[in-house]
Structure formats: C-alpha cells, structure tokens
C-alpha cells in the first residue's frame, strides 16, 4: 500500500485528496468525502448501491480503485437536484412510492437517470434492462419501474416531445 | 474538461511520458498509469510478477475483496488510448484489449460481421460491469464461464501478446490451458484481439444459460458460427465453441466433420445435438449438475441449427 | 389535525432525504477519533477452542486492541428466547458455527482491522459436525448443548385423529423439504458506538427492530442497568426478520468500553450470510386424509425446524409454523408435532412469514395431490375447504373477521385465466 495524491470533480467541485493504493473509489466517496448516499450492499459488483456516474457512465464504485479516479468526473446521488428542486427522476420516485427502506435508491436513481439520458422513451423491457444492475429487496421493482415511465413521461412533455399522461 | 487545480491531470506526474521521473518520485509508487504501450511495458518488464495489471478490475476487485492491501503495485491500462479503439484493417477487425463490453456491444461494425459477439457482450453482467469490464481482462481472467471466450474461438481470433523483448500472436485456442490459466507470461501484454473478417454468408448463434436474465455467470454458453458456400445451403465451416462445461472454452471438431460440405437443409439437427453431448464431459457445480449441461448442452444446439436455419431463409439471394 | 389521511395517498415522510442520499443509515455514521473493529470467527463448525495467539495481530501498527473472552469474564450470554449465544468463545469453550466470535480487533482502519484478523492464530480440537437435524436427533449424536440437541418439542391437538383417518377415502403421506434462506436486506448489518465515561451511558446507533428488547438483551449481557443502554435507531436498510437479532451490538459496547474512543463495525456481505440468521429449513412430514366429494378430514404434520447453532427465535417460528400445518382449510382432525433441533448451521431466526412460508410449500402441494387423486378441480377443491368467517385453526382460534381466502382464491384463478380442471 502507498499513499498518493489525487484529483477529479466530484457533484461540479474540484478536489485534491491524498488516498492509498488499496482504497476503493467508494471507501473515498464515503470514508473521505462523506458523501454517505453512495452506498455498500456487497462490495463486489452485484447489487448497484454503490453506483454512481464516472465520466459519463454508470460504475459500481466498489469496483474502482480511488487511483482510478484521477483526473475523472464524477456524479454521486448528491450530485442530483437540490432542496428547492428535485430532479424529475426523484420526484416520480417519491410520488410513486418506489421508495421503501430507500437503501438501493440512489443508485437506481443515478441508474435510472443514465438510462433516460440514453433513450429518453423506454419500453419496460429497457427499463428493466436499464436498471437490471441494481437490487432492490423491498419494492419487487413494479414500482420503479412506473416511476421511471412517470420520469420519461414528464421530461419528454418538458421538452416539447409526446405526452401520454402527466399525472 | 475543465482544468484541474493541483489534481494529476492525465497522471503526468506518476506516469505520463517521463517514467525516469516516475521511477524516483515518491507518489509513482504503487500505481501507474502511462499513455503508451511501450512504456506499460518497460514499467512491466521492471516489475514482473510484482505488479498488477488492471483493466476494468471487475475481476480484480472482486478476487482482492477486502484484501487489496496485498496488491503493492498496480498498472492501470485506462490512459493507452489505442487499447481502447475497434478497427477494420485490410481483412482483419483488429479489438483493443482495453474495448469494453458496452463498446463492443454498440458497435456497428461488431454488430455486423460478428453477431455472437456483439450479442456476448450484450449479456454481460449489468449496465455497470459492462462499461468498466474489458473484452482483455476477460479473456486473461479465463474464466471457463467467461462470456466472450467461445465466440472469440467461434470466429477464429488470435491474440497479440507483446512484452518489452518480442511480440507473439497466438489462437484463441493454444492460448487457455486452464480455469484460469493461459499461457501469458508475467512480462506480456494483450494487446489486441485480431479477427479474420468473416465470408459473406456466415450466420451465428449466440446462446447463453443462467440463472437470470442479468447478472448470471453462465451454466451453459454456445457459441455457433456456421459459413455456407455461394449456394447459401452447402456448409462450407463450422465452429461449435461451447464455455462453462470444461476447464476452458472448447471447440466440438466432430461438429465440423459431420457438417462440412452438407447441404444444410439435410441435416440432422437431433443427431449434431447428440454429437455435443457426447462429446462434452462437464462437472457438477454450484450452477448446474454435469447430467444438467448435458441434456442442455444437446438442447441448445438444436435450438441454434433451427436458429441458423430460418436466418438462412430470411436472407434470399 | 383536522385534516383527513384515510383514502389519499401520503408520501413517505423519509423519502425526499431518501431519493437525496441524505438519509443516515448505521454506515453512514462518522465521529471524529472513530476506530474500526472486525470480528475474528470460528475457524471450524464444531470444535473446542483450544488455543488463540494473538500476539503478531496486536503488533500490527495502528491496531489498538484486542479483546478475547479473557478479557470480558463478567459477560454473559444473549439470545432472543433462550440465552445460550457467546459474546466471544473462550478457551476450552465450543464454537458451534462458522459464524461464531472469537475475538474483536479495534483498529485505527478499516484495512488494518482486516489484516490483524487474519494474523490471528487458533488451534482448535474438532468435534463431529453436524448439518443434518436428523443426525442431530439421533440418540448417539454428539451434544452441540449440552440440555440436548432437540432444543424444544411442541404439540397440537384437534378433534380426533384416528375418527378423521377413518372417515377419509383417499389420503396422501408425503415429505417436503426446504432449504436455508438469507433475507438479504440491502443493507448489512453495522453500527456505531460510543461509551460516555462520565454518565455511564453506551450510545448504540444500529439498525434493530427490536428495540427495547435488544436494548434489555444488551444490558444482560454486560451487566449494565437497561437504562444505561441506548439504541438508537438510524434509517434502516431493510430488515425482513434478519435484524431482530442481536449483530454488532455487544461488540461495540465492549469496544467503546475498552478504548473510550467511537467505535464502528460493518459486517460484509459474507460475514452478513455466515454470521446472522436465516429462514429456518423445516422437514415436514404431512399425511392428509380427504373424503371422495372433496372435504378434508385429518390432518397430520411432524415439523422438523433445523434453527442451526443458536436458538434465536427458532422455538416460536417451528412451533407457528405447526399451528400453519392446514393453511387456510378447514379440517376438523389434526394432530402435529413440532421439533426446534440444534445443528451447526448458520442459526436461523426470523423471516417473513415466521414459518408459514416453509408450510405453504407442504399444504399447497399436499392439496394438488389430493385434488388429483380426487379427480377434483384445485382451485375448487381449495375453495370447498377454504377458511370463513367462524371457522377454527388448528389451535382452536375462532375467525371471526378478515377472512379473504375465497375471495383472493376466485380472483387468483381469474388474474391467471385458469380455466378449471385438472392439470
Ligand atoms: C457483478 C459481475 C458480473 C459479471 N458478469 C459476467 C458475465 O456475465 N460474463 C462474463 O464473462 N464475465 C462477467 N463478469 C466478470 C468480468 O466482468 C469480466 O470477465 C470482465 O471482462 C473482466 O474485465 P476487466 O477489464 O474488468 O478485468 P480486470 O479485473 O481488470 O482484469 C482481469 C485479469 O486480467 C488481467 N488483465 C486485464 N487486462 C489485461 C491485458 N490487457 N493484458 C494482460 N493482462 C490483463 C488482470 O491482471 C487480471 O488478472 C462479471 C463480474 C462481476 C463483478
Ligand atoms: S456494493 Fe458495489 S455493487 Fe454492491
Ligand atoms: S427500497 Fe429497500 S432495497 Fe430498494
């Protein structure tokens, strides 16, 4: 293990930060940065609370070495709507009630996010491709997944595309 | 990008172009990440087994759980950006060993001469392993599960292994002698996936059992590719390459004997499904039993030759 | 106060912080000064410990304590029904499973926590291991406690056995079994702890749900007054059963207590699976006995609920699931027995259903084969016997309100376009 100095964005803020050679990207957001809404279900890839957006693309964090991350761009779940104003994604979650414990929310919200970014109109079928890595164990999904199609519906009408129910 | 305050932009200061810098400042310790293959290899000759080689570390991460104090230095493949492109050069699709499942996935030239392939890569874990995962570190991890391997061995690749002394291009198949085990050598590099452009009229199959429908190691892979002659009905070649039922990816010869030359519309499907089963001798694991892979095994070739047949039929020259 | 709730939908209170990342779990917990433990485990299912070195662990820069069972002689047992779970096993003591403590290692880090455990040495003697509760019955088994491995033995009675047998034209003996089952909450098990000096009081933040019982368990097995002991319950990552136990709790406690410093410990998702409770597997042993127009006559079930090392609520959850054998059918003759037996499993405890699942299994598929046999459709010989308002289950309860089952019966058969008959 040795220690070094590394750079990157995090949510728009530039930072500088010593870690070691054996510190994952996740233990800095948390440990370090206490950016705590990035979260650990199992620390090998396969459940998706860790996830946030590197350089443009959806990551399990616990599976990037914080050296990695030098010099990237990173999006944690904090980086998503402030107080005043929740992102669409968050807020279709919330009036769905997709949320239960919440513990795999924010990475099915950044998952989410991505997915709309990419193809702004899914079908079910993509959804659930979209956010097939992320688990969750309380909601059975179903209600994710219509917060997700509420979310494309009020972004494509926000955008001046089709509209099928803005309810 | 915006510019960085005291950050190590494109990591010049631990590796960048200078590694007579890196070898004797303190913070190149333990990690590198240079821009060049030549100096991956210098920095690999040095190290040798004392360093670890890593591309997407969705393998790697999860093997050093917990553990990855254990690992002193690392080589990280991320800033070589021609291990990151997909080339067509004369007749050869050249990969870099650092494309990654979701490149290899969207690629239209993929798409196009290599459906196995492109549907392979498709299948891979999730949105997240996918984006970070490589098709190298697959094919280095040699996993007898891993996904890309058999249509890799489908379509004839070859992989070029370069060290700081020589370099050395060898087939899919000399190159796994084991789960996880290959012939690379500490010093070596895969550099680049090389593929043989595929004849006008060849159809694949790509077929994959698990548990789920994402994040399943598989309990069955097949990987079929099959080349008929200008008549689009005699079979010119065939490879059967099938993953998770021996130490490494396999390639059923029989299959190509009993298929070559025939007219494809008179074949026996039920009969070239038995082949495969006879001829695997899987295990009992933790994702199927042996006498499991092998009534799916007979099974999903079946299913692949009458998947063949009507993308034959469809396509009416 | 006014205003009226029934009948509208009301956004969860917590899931604007929730969709925010802002909600604080266990995990999420920082203070300053925080050290880190990991917990050393059994190194085998069944074995005496006979020797721990931890000498080249706490030579280890930045590990800053090491307590065995040496150290904590006044600490007693825990346990949800019956107290016979360790803190840590001591020399000449027994681990009973994998999951079982050895030693607690408080570290500067997280890393160098992990690095100690794995420096520490055990010798151990091995006893046989046993993972099949009917090798644990057997009269020669070795004892994983010493009262015996058949830790608790329930019966039931209705009506009359033998006459409902007697009455029945058809009956079918079968066996069902079902396997381990983790409840995988997303979130693992971890928490934090500090220990005020001066007050006397140890703060826990752990997610339990149990509170006022974890709390009254806590204080048992350190010795401390129940007012002493606060859990605090940050937002919970899912539970399902598996939180009702004591996880991190008394290790923290005694951390905080030896280092006078906070103290944090996070399982991982593996030690999640060996260390904490399961759904029980239950070996179930039905005989039913039907009359030719379809009505069900006697009911008989043996239960065999394998609760692995450690009781947890294992007792209760056989003994209910019992009281399920019949599920929602009417029967007027039944007669069960129930086994709680110790194994060196993974203790299992609480989940979903509390025993009812594993016997849905049984009677669901007790009454397909008896519809068959019949010639009677499922779905309606389901509904013949179904529950309804006044009928009574096996132990004598009188229903007398909710009473859905014909209703969810109809309309299941409706939503999956059966069509009747037998298939
Ligand atoms: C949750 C999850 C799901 C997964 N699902 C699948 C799946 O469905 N199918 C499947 O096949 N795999 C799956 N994997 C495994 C893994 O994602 C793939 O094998 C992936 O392609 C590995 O690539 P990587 O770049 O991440 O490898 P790394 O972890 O970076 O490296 C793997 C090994 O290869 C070596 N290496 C990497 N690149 C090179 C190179 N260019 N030259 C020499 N050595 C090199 C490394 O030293 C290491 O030993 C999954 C993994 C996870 C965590
Ligand atoms: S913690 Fe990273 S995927 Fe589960
Ligand atoms: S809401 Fe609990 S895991 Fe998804």
């Known amino acids: 293990m040795s220690k070094l100095t590394i750079g990157f964005i995090i949510n728009g803020q530039k930072k500088t930060i010593e870690t070691t050679t054996s510190t994952r990207l996740l233990d800095l957001i948390r440990d370090d940065l206490h950016l705590t809404g990035t979260k650990e279900g199992c620390g090998k890839g396969e459940c998706g609370a860790c996830t946030v957006i590197m350089n443009g693309e959806l990551v399990a964090s616990c599976l990037i070495l914080a050296t990695q991350s030098d010099g990237a761009v990173i999006t944690t779940i904090e980086g ?28 099915m919200i950044l998952a989410a996010k991505k997915m709309l970014e990419e193809n702004p109109h899914p079908d079910e079928e993509e959804i659930k491709r979209g956010i097939s890595g992320n688990l969750c164990r309380c909601t059975g999904y179903q209600k994710i997944i219509d917060a997700i199609k509420l979310a494309a519906n009020r972004l494509s009408s926000k955008n001046g595309g089709r509209s099928e129910k803005d309810d | 990008m915006e510019e960085f305050p005291q950050g190590l932009q494109n990591s010049k200061d631990f590796s960048g172009g200078d590694s007579k810098k890196c070898q004797r400042t303190v913070p190149c310790q333990g990690y590198f990440a240079p821009q060049r293959i030549e100096e991956a290899l210098e920095i690999l000759s040095r190290y040798g087994k004392e360093i670890k080689i890593i591309a997407g570390g969705t393998d790697l991460l999860v093997q050093y759980y917990d553990r990855l104090y254990e690992i002193n230095n690392w080589l990280d493949l991320k800033n070589i950006k021609e291990l990151k492109e997909v080339k067509i050069n004369k007749n050869q699709m050249i990969i870099g060993a650092m494309v990654t499942h979701t490149q290899l996935e969207s690629s239209e030239d993929i798409k196009t001469y290599y459906p196995v392939l492109s549907q392979a890569a498709a299948d891979i874990g999730s949105p997240q392993i996918r984006n970070r995962g490589t098709i190298g570190g697959n094919i280095v991890n040699a996993s007898p599960a891993g996904d890309l391997l058999s249509p890799l061995m489908a379509y004839d690749a070859q992989f070029k292994l370069q060290s700081n002394q020589r370099e050395m291009i060898v087939p899919a198949e000399e190159f796994f002698i084991g789960p996880k085990k290959t012939i690379l050598q500490p010093n070596q590099l895969l550099t680049r996936i090389i593929l043989p452009l595929p004849e006008e009229k060849t159809y694949g199959c790509w077929i994959k059992i698990g548990k789920r429908k994402a994040l399943a190691i598989a309990t069955i892979i097949l990987a079929l590719v099959v080349k008929m002659a200008e008549d689009n009905k005699t079979v010119k070649d065939v490879r059967t390459c099938l993953g998770s039922v021996a130490p490494t990816p396999i390639e059923i010869k029989e299959v190509r004997k009993k298929m070559a030359g025939k007219n494809f519309n008179q074949l026996d499907f039920a009969e070239l499904g038995q082949i495969v089963e006879d001829k695997i001798s899987p295990i009992d694991d933790i994702r199927g039993t042996r006498e499991y892979r092998k009534d799916v095994a007979k099974e999903i070739m079946i299913n692949a030759l009458e998947e063949i047949d009507s993308a034959r039929r469809e396509r009416n020259y | ?199 006397g009081f140890i703060k826990l933040w752990v997610a339990s749900q149990w509170l006022h019982d974890t709390q009254a368990d806590v204080a048992q097995s350190l010795g401390f007054p129940k007012e002493k002991i606060r859990i605090i319950q940050p937002v919970i990552g899912g539970a399902f059963g598996k939180k009702e136990d004591i996880s991190v709790h008394i290790h923290l406690a005694l951390a905080a207590i030896a280092t006078k410093r906070p103290v944090k410990l996070t399982y991982t998702r593996e030690e999640s699976m060996i260390a904490q409770s399961k759904r029980h597997p239950f070996i179930i042993r039905v005989k039913t006995g039907a009359t030719k127009e379809g009505y069900l006559t006697a009911w008989q ?65 007790q009454m397909d084969i008896l519809a068959h046999k019949l010639g009677i459709d499922p779905a309606q010989f389901r509904l013949q016997n179904a529950y309804n308002i006044g009928s009574s289950t096996p132990n004598g309860q009188i229903l007398t309100h909710s009473v859905g089952v014909k209703e969810t019966i109809k309309k299941a058969a409706e939503i999956a376009g059966w069509k009747g008959g037998l298939r």
């Open chain 3, 301 to 365: 079930a043996e239960v065999i609920g394998d609760t692995g090392a450690y009781a947890s609520s294992g007792p209760a959850v056989v003994h209910k699931g019992m009281y399920h054998c019949t599920g929602p059918y009417n029967v007027d003759n039944v007669k069960g027995v129930a086994y709680t037996v110790y194994t060196n499993n993974t203790y299992a405890g609480a989940m979903r259903g509390f025993g009812t699942t594993q016997m849905a299994f049984a009677y669901e598929s």
């Open chain 3, 1 to 199: 106060m006014t205003e009226r709730y029934v009948g509208r939908n009301v956004y969860k209170v917590d899931a604007q912080d929730k969709v925010m990342g802002k909600a604080k779990y266990p995990d999420d917990i920082y203070f300053d000064n925080m050290l880190y433990l990991k917990i050393k485990r059994a190194t085998h299912p069944h074995a005496h410990l006979r020797r721990i070195d931890i000498s080249k662990a706490v030579k280890l820069p930045g590990v800053v304590k090491i307590i065995t069972a040496d150290d904590i002689p006044q600490v007693k047992n825990f346990g949800l029904i019956i107290k016979d779970q360790p803190v840590l096993v001591g020399i000449g003591q027994k681990m009973r499973y994998m999951g079982d403590a050895l030693a607690i290692v408080i570290a500067e880090t997280k890393e160098i926590a992990s690095k100690a455990v794995r420096l520490i040495e055990v010798e151990v003697e091995e006893l046989e291991v046993i993972s099949d509760p009917l090798r644990a019955m057997e009269k020669d088994a070795p004892l994983i406690h010493k009262d015996g491995n058949i830790l608790a033995t329930h019966y039931l009675e209705k009506g009359d056995i033998k006459k409902g047998f007697a009455e029945a034209n058809v009956i079918v003996e079968n066996e069902y079994r079902t396997t381990f089952l983790d409840q995988v909450p997303l979130q693992v098990e971890a928490g934090v702890g500090i220990y005020d000096e001066e007050s």
């Open chain 1, 80 to 107: 998503i709507g402030d107080n005043e104003c929740l992102d669409p994604v968050q807020e279709a979650f919330i009036e769905t009630g997709a949320v239960q414990c919440g513990f795999c929310t924010p990475g």
